[in-house]
Each structure stands twice: as C-alpha cells, then as structure tokens.
C-alpha cells in the first residue's frame, strides 16, 4: 500500500494527500516533520537526504519533491490523470504548480509562519506586511487567469490547482487583510464544494 510520511498541517503534505484523496487511494501515512521528528532519523535521511517532507513509498518506490509526488501519483493512478491529458494543456497547467512555490513560496511562508506559528507579540509584522505584498502582487496573476477560466487546469479541476490551492486556503484563513480578487475568491469556493479539497486541505491552520 502507498506510503506517506509528512503532519497533515504541512503545506507540501497537503498537497500529496489532497491528490491521493482526489484518485480515490487507499494510504498509510505516518506522522514526521515538526513536533514528530523523524526527519533526522538515519532511516529517513536514506529516503530524502533533506530531511524535509513529505515522502512516498509506492510498491517499493521511494519519492520526495511535492509536485513530483502530485505528477507521479497522478500519472500513476488517474485513469485519466488529474486534470489535462492533451500535452498542451497538461503544461499549461503544470506551469502552475511551478509557478505557486517559486513565486509565492517566500512570503506565503513569511506570512504563515508569523501569523499561524508565532505569538502574538513576538510577530515579525514588517515581514507579515512584506509578505503579504509578495503574495499578493502574484496571486493577481493568477486572479487574472481565473477571469478567463474555471480553473488554472483548464476547465477542470486538476494538476495546476494544487499547489496554489493549498496556499489559498492559508491565505484566505488566516486573519489578513487581503485586496479583492473575485475570480481568485470563487475559484477558492469552488475548491471548497471538493471532499478531497476538504478532508486533506480544510484543516484547522497551525
Ligand atoms: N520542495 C519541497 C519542500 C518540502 C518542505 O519544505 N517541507 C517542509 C514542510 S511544508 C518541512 O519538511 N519542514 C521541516 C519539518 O516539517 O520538519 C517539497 O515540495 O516537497
């Protein structure tokens, strides 16, 4: 059976288990990374030298890098994969996936972990402030894919919601003041009508 290790609270997690949920998998997962440890266990350092999760053992089959788990799993289980099949429009929405943690990655993180992870009165609100910019200057791009389409995959659900998908659901529920972006805002509750989107992403931020 697939193997996952990583805390369910972990954005990269999130992502492997919003997938699995997606295609229907049955999985082990084990709790690693933060508060649990394990990453600097000798054992787990021979699965990803980096010691980060998540992790994946699938049949023997060893995998870390979210997104490449996402596309592994995908292309492994999905009748159809998750999302565009044509090569085009596959790219057009991996270009997303790519995207969310090059473009977003820093701020979100500087956002997240001062306003989730840290006390009130020990936050780094000029880091919270420039953060939030990052964030926001590059979710106006994606806000104005959305006007022109359902989804970033297409006209599906699929591959390119992902990572961003993750990330929204910190940004929209952390207590932040956020610019409006209307087409970002209804492609959000359109994830959240997903049972996937819910069971492995809509979880109490910490
Ligand atoms: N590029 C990696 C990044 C993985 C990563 O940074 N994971 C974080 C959690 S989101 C981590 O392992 N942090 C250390 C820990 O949880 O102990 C991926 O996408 O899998």
Do not use: H
Not at 28 to 48: I, K, L, S, T
Not at 56 to 80: C, P
């Amino acid at each position: 059976m697939l193997k996952i290790w990583g805390r369910t609270n972990s954005t990269n997690v999130k992502k492997v288990l919003w997938i699995a949920e997606e295609l229907g998998l049955s999985y082990d997962r084990v709790d690693a990374g933060g508060a649990f440890g394990v990453v600097n266990d000798p054992a787990y350092r021979a699965m990803n030298p980096n010691g980060l999760v998540p992790v994946i053992e699938d049949d023997g089959f060893i995998l870390w890098e979210s997104n490449t788990i996402v596309r592994y799993l995908s292309a492994k289980y999905g009748a159809d994969g998750f999302g565009p099949t044509d090569l085009a429009g596959k790219a057009s929405a991996e270009k997303w996936m790519d995207w969310t943690p090059a473009t977003l990655g820093v701020g979100f993180r500087d956002v997240f972990w001062n306003m989730v992870r840290t006390e009130p009165g020990k936050r780094d609100m000029a880091a919270v402030e420039r953060g939030i910019a990052t964030v926001a200057k590059g979710l106006a791009i994606a806000n104005a894919a959305l006007e022109k389409q359902p989804y970033l995959s297409g006209d599906v659900c699929g591959l390119g919601d992902i990572p961003l998908g993750v990330i929204a659901y910190g940004w929209f529920e952390m207590d932040i003041e956020r610019p409006s972006m209307p087409a970002l805002e209804a492609w959000y509750d359109r994830l959240k009508q997903r049972p996937a989107y819910q069971k492995a992403v809509m979880i109490p931020l910490s």
